[in-house]
């Protein structure tokens, strides 16, 4: 507890931020660059200066800070309005964008089906995606290979969570998952989305601050802008005509699983149970906003760090060649019981999430007058943390943080590390509910992958931030079969 704590305004301003759209013009015209020079400034906490009265945003900029507000002080913070905006027309009130009450009944009910001894029997599932998606491959072909993981990760998450055995991303479902996903990448920070924050906060101080038919009529109006009110001009048609046909096809596989046996193993089969269990059975809008939550939060994420993994150990012929020796050492079929055989494989997909971290930034706001790292933030300050600044940070990660290095993931070297200086599934009550999906996934993935072909990179790929860090050009490759 701080003896004396300072008001906001004299907290430091994060560099940049000269112009009048202030760092929302930094971040809109360079995004990473302007997260790189964040992560060359050591102060714990920057302002960010916003051109809007009455918005408050900054950076903890620092693990100890992170874990004030991740951690200890989780309860005092929110999901950000801005990613709520930005994730609302697919993912809704999914258990990755509500708050409250909602989200804790969520996270209870959902945890076991994600805790790693439940997910074990999905690993025969990863395995033979695995193999079906590169069955296509040709010797010496040239392949982009984020394009592959994706089409794999979406087969391991249509057959993970709706048991589908044909999921590709040439099905209409995928195509539309990708254009809310892009939705949601492009407007953050848009003016249509900045406009929506302050009217949502306008409302909000409008229904505490009155009672009666105008507290009411506040309240019914805050609750209509939670959702993107205006869906205009062809980017808003084409997300308008992908969230319909997201809505029919889930509707209808909640319908059949329904009608079903239940004897199915799957993750859809898993949620509708354990709604029952608890007694308040879950609606069809909420599991559809559950099934497409984790569609969308385990494809993406994992497939850019499984692309990511292989670009970086293509540069290092002493970490490629130990990873072909353990995938060699468990065989054509890995399962579960295998990991610990693939221990430089993990560290590998470890380190790639360290320098290409695929949710390199995300936010909360505070639910109510918080004091900071010494600072007094006032309520709905948005607190911004990012993994890409903290995990290239110079002193955090030693004097090389830009080297891969998958020893950085030795027991005994992480022991010396501050506990949140590595964040790609952040952290606290909020962290990745499917965190052991993708440690089982990823090394049984590159175990399958590299065990079948050698994977040879064409040209150093660069991070393109968008709804993740992407690989700007997809990772080019040629792939050579192993006999
Ligand atoms: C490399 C792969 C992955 C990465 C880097 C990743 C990253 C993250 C991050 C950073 C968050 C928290 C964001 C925040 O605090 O605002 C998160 C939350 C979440 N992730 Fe993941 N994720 C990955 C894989 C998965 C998978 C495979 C699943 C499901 C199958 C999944 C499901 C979720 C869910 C449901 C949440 C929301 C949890 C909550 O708020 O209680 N993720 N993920």
């Known amino acids: 507890m701080q003896a004396h704590s300072s008001a906001f305004d004299s907290m430091p301003i994060a560099p940049g931020g000269e112009g009048l759209l202030g760092h929302n013009a930094d971040f809109r015209a360079d995004r990473l660059g302007t997260l790189r020079r964040l992560s060359e400034v050591t102060a714990p906490v920057l302002r960010l200066s916003l051109p809007l009265p009455g918005i408050h945003a900054m950076v903890a900029n620092h693990p100890d800070v992170v874990e004030e507000t991740l951690v200890d002080k989780a309860r005092l913070f929110d999901k950000s309005d801005m990613l709520r905006f930005s994730l609302y027309p697919l993912a809704g009130e999914g258990i990755f964008t509500s708050n409250g009450e909602l989200w804790r009944r969520q ?3 959902m945890a076991p089906l ?3 001894k439940a997910l074990e029997a999905y690993a025969p599932d990863m395995v033979a995606c695995s193999r079906r998606a590169i069955d296509r491959w040709r010797d010496g072909e040239e392949l982009a ?3 592959e993981t994706t089409r794999l990760a979406m087969a391991v998450a249509g057959k993970t969570l709706f048991d589908a055995d044909t999921f590709t991303e040439a099905d209409d479902l995928g195509r539309a998952l990708t254009v809310a996903l892009d939705w949601a990448g492009w407007v953050i920070g848009q003016p249509i989305a900045i406009a929506h924050i302050v009217a949502r906060r306008r409302l ?4 505490e601050q009155n009672t009666g038919w105008l507290r009411d009529a506040a309240l019914w109006a805050e609750r209509k802008v939670r959702g993107p009110a205006v869906l205009v001009g062809a980017r808003g048609r084409e997300l308008a005509s992908s969230i319909a046909l997201l809505d029919e096809r889930v509707q209808k596989m909640i319908d059949e699983r329904r009608r079903s046996s239940g004897e199915q193993t799957d993750l859809l089969t898993r949620l509708l149970a354990a709604s029952d269990q608890d007694g308040t059975v879950m609606s069809d809008r909420q599991i559809r906003d ?5 569609f969308v939060a385990g494809h993406e994420t994992t497939a850019t760090g499984l692309a990511w993994t292989i670009h970086e150990a293509c540069k290092d012929r002493r970490v490629y060649d130990e990873m072909q020796r353990e995938a060699d050492s468990v065989g054509d079929d890995p399962g579960a019981a295998d990991l610990e055989k693939l221990d430089l494989t993990t560290r590998a997909f470890k380190e790639a999430l360290r320098l290409y971290p695929p949710v390199y ?3 909360r706001d505070a639910n109510q007058a918080v004091t900071l790292a010494g600072y007094d933030l006032p309520r709905s300050t948005n607190v911004m943390v990012s993994p890409f600044v903290l995990h290239r940070r110079r002193g955090l990660w030693g004097d ?8 950085r993931f030795l027991p005994e070297r992480e022991a010396k590390r501050h506990r949140y200086a590595y964040l790609p599934f952040s952290a606290g009550p909020r962290i990745c509910l499917g965190i052991h999906f993708a440690y089982l996934e990823a090394p049984l993935v590159l175990a399958t992958l590299m065990r079948r072909f050698r994977f040879e990179l064409l040209e150093e790929d660069e991070a393109e931030p968008s709804a993740t860090l992407r690989p700007r050009r997809g990772v080019r490759v040629r792939v050579h079969a192993r006999r």
Do not use: N
Not at 290 to 294: D, P, S
Not at 400 to 407: G, I, K
């Open 114 to 116: 994600f805790h790693p």
């Open 361 to 363: 930034i995300f936010g």
């Open 107 to 109: 996270r209870k009910l």
């Open 204 to 207: 909000q101080l409008l229904s």
């Open 400 to 407: 090389d943080p830009e080297r891969f290095d998958p020893d």
């Open 145 to 147: 290979l984020a394009a």
């Open 290 to 294: 559950e099934i497409l939550t984790l």
